[in-house]
């Protein structure tokens, strides 16, 4: 997958991984993650228009009672974390507000589809 993310990115984007060796099985669609992947990927072209980095990491994390009770949803059990960042420009706060809205759009007209938050929890 990061091959391909690699073949799809201007080469002024540089791909740095950090990777856990010793990740624990997760049940995920297959193609639904990759999608969300290349998706962010893509959308660092737009962040990133003069060059930057995207970071892609994975990590065991074990949530807490604490981080439960914060977060609806969240059960105490020993998950896997994927985050994916890059060294672009950000969000306005307007568009931070909307960020999980399922018809989100970027500001600009890009020939891409949208990013597909949908697939997304709010953290």
């Known amino acids: 997958m990061i091959k391909r993310l690699q073949g799809t990115l ?45 970071v892609i990491e994975t990590r065991n994390v074990d949530l807490d009672d604490g981080f439960c009770r914060c977060h609806l949803g969240g059960s105490p059990d020993p998950c896997v974390m994927v985050s ?18 399922p018809f989100l759009r970027p500001a600009k007209p890009v020939p891409e589809p949208a990013l597909g938050w949908p697939w997304f929890m709010e953290p």
């Open 10 to 54: 201007p080469r002024m984007i540089e791909i740095d991984t950090n990777l856990a060796e010793d990740l624990r099985i997760v049940e995920a669609d297959h193609t639904q993650f990759e999608q969300i992947i290349m998706n962010l990927g893509l959308n660092a072209r737009h962040a990133v228009p003069d060059g930057g980095c995207l």
């Open 84 to 101: 994916i960042s890059d060294t672009g420009v950000g969000m306005d706060a307007k568009t931070s507000e909307q960020l999980f809205e």
